[in-house]
């Protein structure tokens, strides 16, 4: 039987147009991918976040490209109908255009992802438009870029209108097919939202935006320590997990489990 259509870059884009607002989730591995694509959204990100949510590191600088591979490769079979993207792990977009689409190319080769993401404004435009030119679609990330933390000082909100502005026409006329607009106060967030062409994804960059991505983690309260203002947790997952492995622990000590029903005869 065949696959289910994939929503394809141009239909992503054309969202914005038709005022269809775009929900974008995270996702590391095969059974959460398979259930987020069920749930319908439109979009599902390999985000280099799986640093710190899944590989229990402080930021997202130590992933390597092979890893993000290894977890696209699994998010890109369980998907039948969003569109997905990987990101471009730190420094490998800032090695040369020609080295860039080496790494990309070889990211959408080894998985079923159809689009890359990397961090960067105006000063990332010469390599989109050389991804671009090379048949690789890109989703650009201005406002906070975590993977430049260190520079930043923390994981600071931006405020600079103008600059934001600069760098999101910048990466819109370079051929990004879209943008993640991170920590970026909502009236900033709306300017620019209203005079780019291509869907602003926002997180923690208010409603007006044209969709929103969350990282799943985040979202299914799972996520252990801090939690960014902007995370909405939609249930309570930790607490279930724990509750759970409390019950089984207590069980097998006690003998209940297995029962005459869990064997066999």
């Given at each position: 039987?065949?696959?289910?259509?994939?929503?394809?870059?141009?239909?992503?884009?054309?969202?914005?147009?038709?005022?269809?607002?775009?929900?974008?989730?995270?996702?590391?591995?095969?059974?959460?991918?398979?259930?987020?694509?069920?749930?319908?959204?439109?979009?599902?990100?390999?985000?280099?976040?799986?640093?710190?949510?899944?590989?229990?590191?402080?930021?997202?600088?130590?992933?390597?490209v092979?890893e993000?591979?290894?977890?696209?490769?699994?998010?890109?079979?369980?998907?039948?109908?969003?569109?997905?993207?990987?990101?471009?792990?730190?420094?490998?977009?800032y090695?040369?255009?020609?080295?860039?689409?080496?790494?990309?190319?070889?990211?959408?080769?080894?998985?079923?992802?159809?689009?890359?993401?990397?961090?960067?404004?105006?000063?990332?435009?010469?390599?989109?438009?050389?991804?671009?030119?090379?048949?690789?679609?890109?989703?650009?990330?201005?406002?906070?870029?975590?993977?430049?933390?260190h520079?930043?000082?923390?994981?600071?909100?931006?405020?600079?209108?103008?600059?934001?502005l600069?760098?999101?026409?910048?990466?819109?006329?370079?051929?990004?097919?879209?943008?993640?607009?991170?920590?970026?106060?909502?009236?900033?967030?709306?300017?620019?939202?209203?005079?780019?062409?291509?869907?602003t994804?926002?997180?923690?960059?208010g409603?007006?935006?044209?969709g929103?991505?969350?990282?799943?983690?985040?979202?299914?309260?799972?996520?252990?320590?801090h939690?960014?203002?902007?995370?909405?947790?939609?249930?309570?997952?930790?607490?279930?997990?724990?509750?759970?492995?409390?019950?089984?622990?207590?069980?097998?000590?006690?003998?209940?489990?297995?029962?005459?029903?869990h064997?066999?005869?």
């Amino acid at each position: 039987m065949p696959r289910p259509k994939r929503i394809t870059v141009p239909e992503f884009t054309a969202f914005k147009q038709a005022g269809h607002k775009i929900s974008v989730l995270t996702a590391y591995d095969y059974p959460t991918a398979r259930l987020l694509d069920e749930a319908g959204v439109e979009g599902i990100l390999v985000g280099d976040t799986l640093s710190m949510v899944v590989q229990g590191r402080e930021n997202t600088l130590p992933v390597t490209v092979e890893e993000m591979i290894y977890h696209a490769e699994m998010v890109g079979r369980a998907v039948d109908r969003a569109l997905v993207v990987v990101d471009m792990p730190f420094p490998s977009n800032y090695l040369g255009r020609y080295k860039a689409i080496e790494t990309a190319g070889e990211m959408l080769k080894r998985t079923r992802a159809q689009a890359v993401k990397l961090e960067g404004g105006s000063e990332q435009a010469e390599t989109i438009r050389a991804l671009t030119c090379a048949g690789i679609p890109v989703m650009a990330h201005c406002g906070l870029r975590p993977q430049s933390v260190h520079q930043l000082g923390g994981y600071r909100v931006q405020r600079d209108g103008d600059h934001l502005l600069e760098d999101a026409r910048a990466v819109s006329e370079a051929g990004a097919f879209a943008m993640v607009l991170e920590c970026v106060p909502r009236d900033i967030a709306a300017d620019i939202t209203s005079k780019v062409p291509i869907p602003t994804i926002g997180i923690g960059a208010g409603p007006d935006c044209d969709g929103q991505v969350l990282v799943v983690n985040d979202m299914l309260g799972l996520t252990s320590g801090h939690v960014p203002k902007f995370a909405k947790q939609y249930a309570n997952l930790k607490q279930d997990i724990v509750d759970a492995a409390t019950r089984y622990r207590d069980e097998v000590r006690d003998g209940t489990f297995p029962g005459d029903e869990h064997g066999y005869k």
